[in-house]
């Protein structure tokens, strides 16, 4: 159970409320609504991170500005990631984008660093690829997880995934009962979690639908 705040980056400041704009209660949302990790981008990390969870740090990432192919460059190293306290790294890929070979060979290249300094790579499998597509692409290349968006491939995508966790993508903000009944089925067909954002932190009440969603991913 993964808490996305890398939206400032991706989409800015449009996602935000006047309290999930401020990294120092999203960090203090995910310790005290029972996450496991939260994901951040660099600049985050260094100004916000208080090591009070683990930190996975998306290594690439692009604005929402730049029309037509998407292509999303590595702005952090593996080693600045570990120095910054991560405990995993993360990696978008836009399959089907006339980029894809330059983010397949950096991801490549990522998760061989990665392997050496003892840091599981995460791949974001988004783009044109449906999601069992996207799943296998993750397993194929050797990642250690990875995190697609649900389509009515999912149940294909967790066979196609092998023995690799699948993340399922929380996605845009639905209602708090849409939410989690998404969630029981991705969990259902084998999802390891979810790794959300918006539906988290954009809720009225982010505590209550953390600790809700807490419950499907951990029924004990
Ligand atoms: P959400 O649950 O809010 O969708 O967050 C997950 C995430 O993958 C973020 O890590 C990322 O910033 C965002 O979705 C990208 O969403 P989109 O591809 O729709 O722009």
Redesign the pocket.
């Known amino acids: 159970m993964i808490l ?4 400032g ?3 800015g400041p449009v ?1 935000f409320n006047h309290y999930s704009i401020k990294p120092e209660y999203i960090l203090n949302l995910a310790q005290i609504g029972g996450f496991d990790a939260i ?1 951040l981008q660099k600049g985050l990390a260094e100004y916000y991170y208080d090591q009070q969870l683990p930190l996975v740090i ?1 290594l690439n990432g692009k604005t ?1 500005l730049k029309k037509g192919d998407p292509v999303s460059r590595q702005i952090c190293s593996v080693q600045e990631a570990k120095d910054l306290g991560a405990s995993a790294v ?1 990696y ?1 890929v836009y399959l089907g984008s006339k980029y894809e070979p330059i983010m397949l060979r950096e991801l490549g290249s990522i998760e061989e660093e990665a392997e050496e300094l003892g840091l599981p790579v995460i791949g ?1 499998m ?1 783009g044109k690829a449906d999601s069992s597509y996207s799943a296998r692409v993750g397993l194929e290349m050797g990642l250690d997880a990875v ?1 697609i ?1 649900a389509d009515d491939k999912l149940a294909l995508a967790m066979e196609a995934a092998g023995e690799m966790p699948v993340y399922v ?5 639905t209602t708090h009962q849409k939410f989690l009944e998404n969630a029981r089925n991705y969990m259902e067909i084998r999802a390891y979690g979810i ?6 932190w954009q809720h009225k009440d982010p505590l209550a639908i953390s600790k809700d969603l807490r419950k499907i991913i951990y029924p004990s």
């Open positions: 996305a705040y890398d939206h980056l991706e989409h996602d994901v998306k929402s993360g978008t974001w988004y995190k968006k993508s929380g996605g845009n903000k790794i959300a954002g918006r539906n988290i």
